[in-house]
């Protein structure tokens, strides 16, 4: 039995042969080429951010001021990486930090006019990219396929 005929078993809810094992069948390994192929798009048409980078832009966006551990949380990124990401964005003028008033520890992140322009012209690219990501996809197929990524995550 071939890997795609494993493939198939498990999309029709039967059981795979268990003495069968293609990495391509496995759902990290799809996973990883989807996501591969998301970024690959998502640089085509935003080459000037990382995909984190924009995300924090955009949360930023969303919610307003936040202070980076929780901003972390939000676009899930461990304390260290978005630590990066925001201090890169600050080196390109894209946000700012600042101290709480009552908790001194608890740095602060906020949107510059400069970011927040950024955004607003990044955020129709960004619907490109979905698109074009999804674009193998039929509607129907494309809302499943995000339920059950959310499912998943």
Do not use: C, W
């Not at 890997?3 to 268990?18: A, H």
């Not at 085509?44 to 951010?49: E, K, M, P, R, T």
């Not at 950024?118 to 499943?144: D, F, G, M, N, V």
């Amino acid at each position: 039995m071939s890997g795609e005929d494993n493939l198939l078993r498990l999309v029709e809810g039967e059981e795979p042969d268990e003495n069968n094992y293609h990495l391509q069948d496995q759902v990290g390994f799809i996973l990883r080429k989807a996501h591969q192929r998301h970024v690959a798009i998502f640089a085509s048409h935003i080459a000037d951010l990382t995909p984190p980078q924009f995300a924090a832009l955009a949360k930023l966006y969303d919610i307003g001021e936040t202070s980076q551990n929780q901003l972390g949380t939000l676009i899930a990124m461990d304390a260290a990486t978005v630590k990066g990401v925001i201090d890169r964005l600050k080196a390109r003028g894209l946000v700012e930090l600042s101290k709480h008033e009552v908790d001194k520890r608890r740095l602060l992140v906020n949107l510059t006019p400069e970011g927040r322009e950024a955004i607003e012209r990044l955020i129709p690219l960004a619907r490109t990219i979905t698109e074009e990501t999804l674009a193998p996809l039929t509607a129907k197929e494309a809302a499943t396929f995000l339920r059950l990524l959310a499912k998943l995550a």
